[in-house]
């Protein structure tokens, strides 16, 4: 017991100070600028190696390029996993959403902006779709999140294929490629950066600044306390899987962009990238705890570990076997602090295994 | 004078578990009632009813002279009734200002509030007047709940429900993780809120605690109140032996 605890408050004098940070803010800082650190170490290395062309604008802009699909859906997958939950289906919806878009557009016909803006309606509404279902498995259904989107990671590839008869459509609008998946917005600025970025900086207004962000991590952090005072518990869960599934399908009509292709075969390791990115930018399986920036960062590391590989003549796989080790370090780092905090029970499991309210 | 809220006969089912057996219970605007009984007694689960928690499977609750049906926590809130659960119901990672605000946050004035961006200001001014007012330990409004020590967080929850309850407010063991200057914090608060017209009750296995704050006391055995007794009538061991069932007021 600290001094304060024993401070007699009896007569209204009362201990109430505004001290910076508590024990587990700090923690949950250093371990985001830690993994800050991380990427700042590896870019130095890999411009000390090769000065020349890591650090040019050209590659830079490769890199940002390539990770700003991921970042769009890391955005909906940090409010997931705050929650406690998590999102195995986004890569398939991305594709199904892909799929149904470039198929409206074809059949429009145009290759301008007005059927680019078809197409992304199309998409997003089809990710919307997706999200709404998961949510309401999970929600109200009270089944696993782990196994809903097992679930629709399944069905919505599968709906994709049967679309396609599992042939690819490369048919997209050239506006769609050129401006967008390629394009810049100005100078050497790719589109697809500003447009993630855009969408990057609502998630961290979305969740650090308004009502529904917090209710986000309430909901993670003890789900019961928020029924308690009166917080839509299930409605507002529905809203989050809705979240992710829609920034899925938006980034169904940008990958359509990019790769000029509907990726069918490509994406079933999407959401666990983006999955390892959420948790290794500092946000914990275990709900509660968070943040859209350190999502960014987390994406960045496994891009620019493979983009300097190739450029030291490493073979690029090395990239997978270093994020995987950061990763389970991240984790069982996480681990550690939960037991600590829940005063050194070991047995606890990740809530999205488990359906809600048998949380451990 | 009229109780500002009344149980009569409730009933309480888990199951083939009977927790509460046709429980009466009643409380008084500024009065402190205190509710003891036996581990498994049923003080718990009438609690939870009363606040709206859980419902019945049978019984009534009479609010203001009026019959309530209570569905949920907030239709006992929106009456003016405040819970201070044994397990405190905090949002661990959260802060106290946020935990104090919690579902009833203020919101920016304009559009801005409309878009769901809160006035953190205003919240934050309104909790550490609160947990002044209240004399609640909160070295830290920033930081999450689930980093203090067991006293500052039932500080936080015991302030929190002071701050909103208008009429009653149910304190479900608050006193049981104390050291006992923290106890004797809970202790004043209580009385301080009972002086503003509020209804306290206040479940404690502590017979000291009990004949120290509360007016009248309600003794639960097995499911049921089986006697009520003002406090200048009795004794502690006339509480403990009415908690081993060796008494009996009110007939079943
Ligand atoms: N959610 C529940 N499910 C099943 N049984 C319960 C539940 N809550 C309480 N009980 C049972 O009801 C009885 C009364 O419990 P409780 O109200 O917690 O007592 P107290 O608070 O007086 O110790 C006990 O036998 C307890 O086991
Ligand atoms: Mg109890």
Same mark, same amino acid.
């Given at each position: 017991?600290?001094?304060?605890?024993?401070?007699?408050?009896?007569?209204?004098?009362?201990?109430?100070?505004?001290?910076?940070?508590?024990?587990?803010?700090?923690?949950?800082?250093?371990?985001?600028?830690?993994?800050?650190?991380?990427?700042?170490?590896?870019?130095?290395?890999?411009?000390?190696?090769?000065?020349?062309?890591?650090?040019?604008?050209?590659?830079?802009?490769?890199?940002?390029?390539?990770?700003?699909?991921?970042?769009?859906?890391?955005?909906?997958?940090?409010?997931?996993?705050?929650?406690?939950?998590?999102?195995?289906?986004?890569?398939?919806?991305?594709?199904?959403?892909?799929?149904?878009?470039?198929?409206?557009?074809?059949?429009?016909?145009?290759?301008?902006?007005?059927?680019?803006?078809?197409?992304?309606?199309?998409?997003?509404?089809?990710?919307?779709?997706?999200?709404?279902?998961?949510?309401?498995?999970?929600?109200?259904?009270?089944?696993?999140?782990?196994?809903?989107?097992?679930?629709?990671?399944?069905?919505?590839?599968?709906?994709?294929?049967?679309?396609?008869?599992?042939?690819?459509?490369?048919?997209?609008?050239?506006?769609? !490629?050129?401006?967008? &998946? #390629?394009?810049? /917005?100005?100078? @050497?600025?790719?589109?697809?950066? %500003? =447009?993630? *970025?855009? $969408?990057?900086?609502?998630?961290?207004?979305?969740?650090?600044?308004?009502?529904?962000?917090?209710?986000?991590?309430?909901?993670?952090?003890?789900?019961?306390?928020?029924?308690?005072?009166?917080?839509?518990?299930?409605?507002?869960?529905?809203?989050?899987?809705?979240?992710?599934?829609?920034?899925?399908?938006?980034?169904?009509?940008?990958?359509?962009?990019?790769?000029?292709?509907?990726?069918?075969?490509?994406?079933?390791?999407?959401?666990?990238?983006?999955?390892?990115?959420?948790?290794?930018?500092?946000?914990?399986?275990?709900?509660?705890?968070?943040?859209?920036?350190?999502?960014?960062?987390?994406?960045?590391?496994?891009? !620019?570990?493979?983009? &300097? #590989?190739?450029? /030291?003549?490493? @073979?690029?796989?090395?990239?997978? %076997? =270093?994020? *995987?080790? $950061?990763?389970?370090?991240?984790?069982?780092?996480?681990?550690?602090?939960?037991?600590?905090?829940?005063?050194?029970?070991?047995?606890?499991?990740?809530?999205?295994?488990?359906?809600?309210?048998?949380?451990? | 004078?009229?109780?500002?809220?009344?149980?009569?006969?409730?009933?309480?089912?888990?199951?083939?578990?009977?927790?509460?057996?046709?429980?009466?219970?009643?409380?008084?605007?500024?009065?402190?009632?205190?509710?003891?009984?036996?581990?498994?007694?049923?003080?718990?689960?009438?609690?939870?009813?009363?606040?709206?928690?859980?419902?019945?499977?049978?019984?009534?609750?009479?609010?203001?002279?009026?019959?309530?049906?209570?569905?949920?926590?907030?239709?006992?809130?929106?009456?003016?009734?405040?819970?201070?659960?044994?397990?405190?119901?905090?949002?661990?990672?959260?802060?106290?200002?946020?935990?104090?605000?919690?579902?009833?946050?203020?919101?920016?004035?304009?559009?801005?509030?409309?878009?769901?961006?809160?006035?953190?200001?205003?919240?934050?001014?309104?909790?550490?007047?609160?947990?002044?007012?209240?004399?609640?330990?909160?070295?830290?409004?920033?930081?999450?709940?689930?980093?203090?020590?067991?006293?500052?967080?039932?500080?936080?929850?015991?302030?929190?429900?002071?701050?909103?309850?208008?009429?009653?407010?149910?304190?479900?063991?608050?006193?049981?993780?104390?050291?006992?200057?923290?106890?004797?914090?809970?202790?004043?608060?209580?009385?301080?809120?009972?002086?503003?017209?509020?209804?306290?009750?206040?479940?404690?296995?502590?017979?000291?605690?009990?004949?120290?704050?509360?007016?009248?006391?309600?003794?639960?055995?097995?499911?049921?109140?089986?006697?009520?007794?003002?406090?200048?009538?009795?004794?502690?061991?006339?509480?403990?032996?009415?908690?081993?069932?060796?008494?009996?007021?009110?007939?079943?």
């Amino acid at each position: 017991m600290t001094l304060a605890d024993t401070t007699p408050t009896a007569a209204g004098t009362a201990a109430v100070e505004d001290v910076p940070a508590g024990r587990w803010q700090r923690i949950a800082r250093i371990q985001a600028l830690q993994i800050v650190l991380l990427l700042a170490v590896t870019v130095a290395i890999f411009t000390i190696l090769r000065p020349g062309t890591f650090l040019t604008p050209f590659n830079i802009r490769g890199i940002v390029q390539n990770t700003s699909i991921l970042a769009v859906l890391g955005v909906g997958m940090t409010f997931v996993i705050i929650t406690g939950g998590i999102d195995l289906s986004i890569g398939s919806v991305l594709v199904f959403s892909g799929v149904v878009a470039d198929k409206v557009m074809a059949a429009q016909g145009g290759q301008g902006w007005g059927t680019v803006l078809l197409g992304t309606l199309v998409a997003c509404g089809c990710g919307l779709g997706w999200g709404l279902l998961n949510g309401v498995l999970v929600a109200k259904a009270n089944v696993p999140p782990l196994i809903v989107t097992l679930g629709s990671l399944s069905a919505a590839l599968g709906f994709a294929q049967i679309l396609t008869k599992g042939l690819d459509l490369r048919d997209a609008p050239q506006t769609l !490629v050129n401006k967008v &998946g #390629f394009g810049n /917005i100005v100078g @050497q600025v790719p589109t697809l950066a %500003v =447009v993630a *970025g855009v $969408v990057v900086l609502a998630g961290i207004v979305l969740l650090h600044r308004t009502r529904f962000g917090l209710h986000t991590y309430a909901i993670g952090s003890n789900a019961e306390a928020g029924r308690r005072v009166g917080l839509k518990v299930d409605r507002h869960l529905i809203k989050v899987y809705a979240l992710a599934g829609l920034l899925a399908g938006f980034a169904g009509i940008l990958n359509l962009g990019f790769f000029q292709s509907t990726t069918i075969g490509g994406q079933s390791n999407t959401a666990l990238n983006v999955i390892a990115g959420v948790a290794i930018g500092g946000t914990s399986l275990f709900g509660g705890v968070g943040s859209v920036f350190g999502t960014v960062i987390g994406l960045f590391i496994p891009i !620019v570990l493979q983009n &300097g #590989f190739i450029q /030291i003549n490493v @073979q690029p796989f090395w990239q997978q %076997v =270093v994020v *995987g080790a $950061v990763l389970v370090t991240v984790v069982y780092v996480d681990q550690l602090r939960r037991a600590a905090a829940v005063g050194g029970r070991k047995h606890y499991r990740f809530p999205f295994l488990s359906h809600r309210g048998r949380r451990t | 004078m009229a109780p500002i809220l009344e149980a009569r006969d409730i009933s309480k089912q888990y199951g083939h578990v009977e927790a509460l057996a046709g429980a009466n219970f009643d409380v008084n605007a500024g009065e402190v009632v205190a509710l003891i009984g036996d581990n498994g007694a049923g003080k718990s689960t009438l609690v939870r009813i009363m606040s709206g928690t859980e419902p019945a499977s049978s019984g009534q609750l009479i609010f203001e002279g009026k019959q309530v049906h209570l569905t949920s926590p907030v239709d006992a809130r929106k009456l003016g009734m405040e819970t201070v659960f044994q397990d405190l119901a905090l949002a661990p990672h959260l802060s106290p200002v946020q935990n104090m605000y919690l579902g009833r946050e203020v919101m920016r004035t304009g559009p801005l509030g409309r878009l769901g961006f809160m006035d953190s200001r205003s919240m934050r001014k309104g909790s550490r007047e609160a947990f002044e007012k209240l004399g609640a330990t909160v070295r830290n409004l920033n930081g999450p709940v689930g980093a203090m020590s067991g006293g500052q967080r039932q500080g936080i929850a015991v302030a929190r429900a002071a701050a909103w309850a208008q009429k009653v407010i149910f304190l479900d063991e608050p006193t049981a993780a104390l050291g006992v200057v923290q106890t004797k914090n809970v202790l004043d608060l209580i009385r301080r809120v009972s002086a503003e017209g509020i209804g306290v009750v206040f479940i404690s296995h502590s017979m000291p605690h009990v004949m120290d704050v509360a007016d009248r006391i309600h003794v639960m055995w097995r499911g049921r109140r089986v006697a009520t007794y003002r406090k200048e009538d009795t004794s502690m061991e006339q509480l403990v032996a009415a908690m081993t069932g060796a008494v009996t007021q009110e007939a079943s």
